[in-house]
């Protein structure tokens, strides 16, 4: 994934695209569409037909595009966001009402070079998580546990007072919510990316998340192990995956990575794994 290569330019940054197919197009009122059609057509569009970039303009104009479009997107759901939480301060539900914000996964905006997401690294690994909860969660705590999105389906039953099905998969974090140092996730976090070429030339690959390490193993083009240490290197540009000293943690995290692909039935996965 690169963002001058991959980056596409109807699908990603609307210039030229066929609104009739676009996604979002349906769900637009006449109003909407005209205005839609009116910004990526009669501007966007038109800048990037007068300018014609090449190279590494061809590469910064899409960037820029690219960020404008995402802070824009931003700055609209925290507009709207407010709106909420003025109106249940306004109606005065704010004390007995749970807000929850979350979304899909972080997006890269730059880093490494890439853009969107899929790839098992921070910036992408992440997801926000805010929770709201007067008298239940201590307004500005922070949990630092490694959870997983299937988590929250149990977290939230477990805030209901809901019975857990004992088919889900994850584990209700509700405990550290409110400041507890038990019943915590006690695995780490499994990542398996397959679809490729799919979006934006992603190669498949799989791994963990713990509270200390990454461990992810790339497959099908590219065959290799990358480990990092997120508290001594966050941004994640150190490979250790070949250093001696981390063999030990190397063998540790393969045993655990073997185990959760076993435990959550990644066939694909295990055949790599039980192959190397």
Do not use: C
């Amino acid at each position: 994934m690169t963002i001058e290569k991959a980056m596409q330019l109807d699908r990603d940054l609307k210039v030229n695209v066929d609104f009739e197919k676009f996604i979002l197009y349906e769900r637009m009122n006449d109003a909407q569409r005209k205005a839609f059609a009116d910004y990526y057509q009669q501007k966007v569009t038109k800048d990037f037909e007068e300018k014609k970039p090449t190279g590494k303009a061809l590469a910064t104009w899409k960037y820029q595009r690219y960020m404008k479009d995402y802070y824009a997107t931003a700055n609209s759901l925290d507009r709207n966001i407010g709106l909420i939480l003025n109106y249940l301060d306004k109606e005065e539900l704010s004390k007995n009402t749970i807000v929850i914000y979350a979304s899909d996964q972080g997006f890269y905006l730059g880093e490494h070079g890439w853009f969107d997401k899929r790839f098992m690294y921070e910036e992408s690994l992440k997801t926000p998580f805010i929770v709201r909860y007067p008298g239940k969660v201590k307004a500005g705590s922070t949990v630092n546990n490694v959870v997983a999105n299937i988590d929250w389906a149990p977290t939230l039953l477990d805030i209901a007072g809901a019975t857990v099905p004992t088919d889900i998969q994850g584990k209700s974090f509700w405990p550290l919510l409110k400041g507890s140092k038990t019943g915590k996730p006690d695995r780490p976090v499994y990542y398996h990316y397959y679809e490729y070429p799919g979006p934006h030339l992603v190669n498949p690959h799989f791994g963990i998340r713990t509270n200390q390490y990454t461990l992810i193993r790339f497959y099908g083009k590219l065959n290799y192990w990358e480990l990092y240490d997120v508290k001594k290197d966050p941004s994640e540009l150190r490979n250790l995956a070949d250093l001696k000293e981390y063999a030990p943690v190397m063998a540790d995290l393969k045993k655990k990575l073997g185990t959760a692909a076993h435990e959550y039935e990644d066939t694909e996965a295990e055949q790599i794994i039980n192959n190397l």
